[in-house]
Nanobody
Framework: QLQLVESGGGLVQPGGSLRLSCAAS????????IGWFRQAPGKEREGVSA????????YGADSMKGRFTISRDNAKNTVYLQLNSLKPEDTAVYYC?????????????????????WGQGTQVTVSS
């Protein structure tokens, strides 16, 4: 069966960095876009970043641009999210997700309901 497993979350001070990993099994990344989403308690799930099978990245809100970087390693069937210059507002559970997509299709980063498969999430806490 298709499975996504996140790792790399933890507690970090403001201004610090974390690197999250999303390991996929049961399917090839060649046929899917992979996205990162986050959800804080009491808030809606928010698109963070996504990467297509053609390795084209998409990023979310302006508050995250320039601080977060997504990358893909097809040989390891893994997608990474580098989080830099972290702020307390970034505190959330971070999920990776997959959706079947052709290389040139647009990525629905703003619509979590369209994504087919989800991991269990990894907690990121930014606090002094």
């Amino acid at each position: 069966q298709l499975q996504l497993v996140e790792s790399g979350g933890g507690l970090v001070q403001p201004g610090g960095s974390l690197r999250l990993s999303c390991a996929a099994s049961g399917f090839s990344l060649d046929y899917y876009a992979i996205g990162w989403f986050r959800q804080a308690p009491g808030k809606e799930r928010e698109g963070v970043s996504a990467i297509s099978s053609s390795n084209t990245p998409t990023y979310g809100a302006d508050s995250m641009k320039g601080r977060f970087t997504i990358s893909r390693d097809n040989a390891k069937n893994t997608v990474y999210l580098q989080l830099n210059s972290l702020k307390p507002e970034d505190t959330a559970v971070y999920y990776c997700a997959a959706v079947m997509a052709a290389p040139f299709e647009s990525i629905p980063i703003s619509t979590p309901a369209l994504w087919h498969y989800w991991g269990q999430g990894t907690q990121v806490t930014v606090s002094s």
